[in-house]
């Protein structure tokens, strides 16, 4: 089992930044891939960015040169950087990693972008 521990959030102005942070505990694996994915009001859970060994990054079209995601302490840990943040990027941003044979979520955390 691993648990997902999301910290960081909150509310920011337009054209603000926040940051996420992330850490897998639990058992002893590391997550082959982690990353975010959100949920807008209303709307489905969407991709923001997933990180894959050995440094491949996907980012939504919407995030590309405004998000940005690191990954550190053993690869356990990644934290998403949100600049140049707008109205549209409120939602609840999910923490997921994803393991040989399974795949885990966060519980949420609150971003609201509002002036």
């Known amino acids: 089992q691993v648990r997902l521990v999301e910290s960081g959030g909150g509310l920011a102005q337009p054209g603000g930044s926040l940051n996420l942070s992330c850490t897998a505990s639990?058992?002893?694996?590391?997550?082959?891939?982690m990353g975010w994915y959100r949920q807008p009001p209303g709307k489905e859970r969407e991709l923001v960015v997933l990180s894959w060994p050995p440094g491949s990054i996907n980012y939504a079209d919407s995030v590309k040169g405004r998000f940005t995601i690191t990954r550190e302490n053993m690869q356990s840990t990644v934290y998403m950087q949100m600049g140049n943040l707008r109205p549209d990027d409120t939602a609840v941003y999910y923490c997921?990693?994803?393991?040989?044979?399974?795949?885990?979520w966060g519980q949420g955390t609150q971003v609201t972008v509002s002036s």
């Open positions: 997921h990693a994803i393991l040989v044979n399974s795949a885990y």
């Open positions: 639990g058992d002893d694996i590391t997550p082959y891939a």
